[in-house]
């Protein structure tokens, strides 16, 4: 009699121990599942923020390019113009005009718009490299803020702590439609001759 009660024993640890090695075996498969789902979703964020400031790098970058290219046609005009007034002042001092008071005030205002124009040349330049360099701190500042964001995402207590702000969001906004839901309509307002009798 004690040896098939201690079959029976043996039998239901067995059981026992076979069902605790399932759930045990079921749970981690579980967990290893949701922590990939997790991974994936995590790199998918880390994607999509990539993309972001891809999009943004490049669009600062052709705006860069296309502001580069505008100065240069900028250049280009001056410099074209100052080979015009040029070839204009050696025209006039060549035809012996010199002696007349026209031709004098018409060379030295020549004269006057070259040096104006290339005062306005180097101005021009001058703020080419301010917005360049401050572009460039910019788009370092970009970088820096960008492997910050990073690192900040791939925190754990900051994840969970974003999660928790969203659902708290959708619960109020869920509690918010359905107080609206919930309200009373509006009693119809008396005529005031109902009220005088």
Request: net charge positive; glycine share 4%.
């Amino acid at each position: 009699m004690n040896l098939i009660m201690m079959y029976q024993l043996m039998a239901a640890l067995l059981v026992l121990v076979t069902l605790l090695s399932l759930g045990y075996y079921l749970g981690y498969r579980k967990n290893v599942r949701k922590y990939q789902a997790l991974s994936a979703n995590d790199r998918e964020e880390m994607l999509t923020i990539e993309r972001a400031l891809k999009r943004f790098w490049d669009h600062e970058k052709e705006q860069l390019e296309a502001e580069k290219a505008e100065l240069e046609r900028r250049i280009q005009f001056l410099e074209d113009r100052l080979d015009q007034y040029r070839r204009k002042a050696a025209g006039i001092g060549m035809m012996g005009l010199r002696k007349s008071k026209l031709t004098d005030m018409l060379l030295s205002l020549l004269v006057e718009n070259e040096t104006l124009e290339e005062r306005l040349f180097m101005q021009n330049l001058k703020l080419k490299q301010e917005r360049d360099q401050y572009l460039e701190n910019e788009l370092r500042h970009i970088s820096y803020k960008r492997i910050l964001l990073s690192d900040l995402i791939n925190q754990a207590g900051v994840r969970k702590e974003m999660e928790r702000v969203l659902n708290e969001k959708g619960k109020l906004k869920r509690l918010e439609i359905r107080g609206r839901e919930m309200e009373p309509s509006p009693l119809p307002q008396k005529n005031e001759e109902d009220t005088a009798y």
